[in-house]
């Protein structure tokens, strides 16, 4: 393995950046090369990047964005952003994975470990590297490739890696001598906090043989136990977590998930969202919408998040830091959330196996923006300036229609570009910047002028079977009803703020005249004979026809009316029993049941 000679250490970002206004790239990996492209409004490939032809297994950035690196399967190499010449080469062929530290001081590296006949114990196929004088700093075992990459705190005074369900701590990048451990049980997972010193960790240990899982804080090094732990909560029903700490480092979300739901409502297994902070609070968030938890996500500003969650159409709330709803967006075909990197504009969207409906919200006057739409996109990310977002259809989710388009937040396209016939799109990534260096602009609801036009889908109304069309509406067409959105924050609407059956009344109300537009939206699709003008005020409900049947049906609607009375004691904070809990998941089937008897099934 060779170095090429290193060059002089790139000026500090901030002063390079104070130089003009900067334009973010766009870094594009794909089967016909790797490039760095120009950010709106050029778009277009830099000239001062020599497209790499070979095709790259992996593309990284550095934190702050001022260094460049990716793997073709011959080289790695490491690029300086600002004047594209090239700070190191190395010559590894078997490399799949790299990084940076924080500061960019070391490149990490990772290739798939392997040992044979001649040598069982494998070679170490982790390395860590000192990007300035092209030394390693140091070597180690990583089979797995979960968790490959050391965490660091954003300083580089800490590093911690996971070796062999215990944490190892090291400082100022000194690898040789494990600075710190904590050992518990097995720890399974783990997330170090951003932001300055003192440095938090938040570990995982799962459960086994009847004993729950938990999550525990610690400040670095204070690992003396339980009774050192800044918080501290434990949770049945987790086969896995997902560990997010907000920005200033004063809380964490926990997704707790299970693989499989044993109850069999869900096909996603089962989900649970818990909230510890520093000071040692911790909660469940109560999310009123049964079904799976899609995606949670922390405002930059700390003080409040955002989770999409529930059988669709989802739901999409806002939490404060006391997991009390402050917006409730209402439901929407979305399975995802993503905040604008200054924290003012919100997209709620849909991809995956959904349409790719994009929803834009400002979030300070929780009004929607706009809503475009990207239809089989696999990718969002958010532009570092908060202005523009990239979505793109990549290979191998979807192999075909790759390519990339890059909007304005107020739904127009400004550009896109396809993969070449036979060629496939891998990935696209935004270059990064230091906070602060794009500054909050006003939020604009105009859309913004281009020739591309922007792709705002039509106003569709929810399909009813026929059987149902021109009838008043039942719990069966409720289940399938959008909820509009709500403001939650106490004194928003009006003099005081809503009970909670006041809000059970108006929406209600709102879904009375949902259903109202929705019968008068049917009636102008299909002739309908005029009834007697006597007739309509007290004319009984519709029948089946068959009195064993409508006799069913008033008893299992009698159940759901039963099962919304014990729905509003929970949501009250009244505990329930058992068997209360068991007739709550009899819902969906009892709806299912009342449809097939409402459709002769």
Known sequence: ????????????????????????????????????????????????????????????????????GWCNGEKVSVLKVADSTYLQSLDLPKIAMLDFSPLGSVLVTWQPYVKTQDNPQGEPNLQLWNLHTGAILKS???????????????????????????????????????????????????????????SKVAVYVPGSKGTPSFVRLYQYPNFGGPSSALANRSFFKADKVTLLWNKKATAVLVTASTEVDKTGASYYGEQTLHYLGVDGES???????????????????????????????????????KCSPIFDFGTGPRN????????????????????????????????????????????????????????????????VCNGYRIWHYTGTVLHQEQAPEGGELWEVQWQPFPEGTFPERPVRYQAVPTELGGTEPKPSQAYRPPALR??????????????????????????????????????????KKAAKQEMKSDASEEPVDPAPADS???????????????????NLKKKLKAIEQLKDQQAAGKPLQKNQVEKIKMEPQLLQEIENLELGL
């Open 1 to 68: 393995m060779t170095w090429t000679p290193v060059s002089p250490q790139p000026p500090p970002p901030s002063s390079r950046y104070k130089m003009a206004a900067p334009t973010p790239l766009l870094a594009v990996r794909e089967s016909s090369g790797t490039s760095l492209r120009c950010g709106p409004p050029a778009c277009e490939q830099t000239s001062s990047f020599q497209r790499d032809t070979k095709k790259s297994k992996y593309i990284a950035f550095s934190k702050d964005g001022s260094l460049f």
């Open 140 to 198: 180690f075992y990583q089979k797995k490739a979960q968790g490959w990459c050391p965490s660091w705190s954003d300083d580089e005074s800490i590093a911690v890696r996971n070796v062999n369900n215990e944490l190892h701590f090291f400082e100022n990048n000194a690898f040789d001598n494990i600075a710190n451990k904590l050992h518990l049980q097995k720890v399974s997972d783990f997330a170090l906090s951003p932001g300055p010193q003192p």
């Open 283 to 321: 909660a469940v968030v109560q999310l009123p919408k049964n079904g799976p938890i899609y995606d949670v996500a922390w405002s930059p500003n700390s003080s409040e998040f955002c989770v999409v969650y529930g059988f669709m159409p989802a739901k999409a709330t806002v939490f404060n830091l």
């Open 336 to 399: 995802a959330g993503f905040y604008s990197p200054q924290g003012h504009l919100l997209v709620l969207a849909g991809f995956g196996n959904l349409r790719g409906q994009m929803e834009v919200w400002d979030v300070k006057k929780y009004k929607q923006v706009s809503k475009p739409q990207a239809p089989d996109a696999t990718h969002f990310s958010w532009c570092p300036d908060g202005e523009h977002i990239v979505t793109a259809t990549c290979s191998p989710r979807l192999r």
């Open 470 to 511: 021109n009838q008043p509406a039942s719990p069966i067409t409720k289940l399938h009803e959008e909820e509009p959105p709500q403001n939650l924050k106490p004194g928003s609407t009006g003099d005081k703020p809503l009970s909670k059956t006041a809000l059970k009344n108006q929406r209600k109300r709102e879904a």
């Open 536 to 554: 309509a005020p007290n004319q009984p409900a519709p029948t089946s026809g068959d009195p064993e049947t409508d006799k069913k049906i008033r």
